[in-house]
């Protein structure tokens, strides 16, 4: 009776600790695949918010370019138009890099990215405006429009922080 109590108990405690081997081991693989996940998922996001950035600064070059071209004396609307002409590969590059953002998240980033998004916009329409008509008319026009440039680009900035700020609690880089 005791070899089959021993036996019974030893079973028992070999499929316990079977048991929990293979309870374990699931637990570490599901883990290991979270913090992969995770990591994939950071990798993913902090290429989507770098690429925003790169590409709202290039936008933001284009932009300057222009109003130099049309501000400098001795330019000609043709030298004007070329400079216009640059900025809608840049605004392309910068839209489709606000799109991943928007797909990257979190939620409270992709936020950011579109208020910043409607602020570059903004600041874009006051640019196409002015360097049409100037091109148009074949006269700068900067006293009309220059100083609604430079306050959109101006107003462009806060949205620019709050993204950047938003990016940073998105990949946890301040702690």
Same mark, same amino acid.
């Given at each position: 009776m005791a070899a089959i109590i021993g036996a019974t108990v030893g079973a028992a405690g070999g499929i316990g600790g079977g048991w929990l081997t293979v309870a374990s081991q699931s637990r570490h693989y599901r883990e290991q695949r979270r913090a992969e996940r995770e990591r994939w998922r950071d990798e993913m996001r *902090?290429?989507?918010?770098?690429?925003?950035?790169?590409?709202? *600064?290039q936008l933001n070059a284009v932009w300057w370019k222009v109003a130099d071209q049309i501000s400098t004396q001795g330019n000609t609307p043709s030298e004007w138009h070329s400079a216009l002409m640059e900025t809608h590969d840049a605004w392309a590059q910068f839209s489709t890099a606000s799109s991943a953002v928007a797909v990257a998240g979190p939620g409270a980033t992709a936020t950011a990215a579109a208020d910043l998004h409607r602020a570059m916009r903004d600041w874009e329409m006051i640019g196409v405006k002015w360097a049409r008509a100037a091109i148009k008319d074949g006269v700068p026009h900067t006293d009309e429009h220059l100083a609604r440039f430079g306050e959109a680009a101006s107003a462009k900035q806060a949205p620019l922080t709050a993204f950047q700020q938003a990016a940073r609690d998105a990949l946890q880089t301040e702690r």
């Open positions: *902090r290429d989507a918010y770098v690429a925003y950035l790169a590409a709202t *600064r």
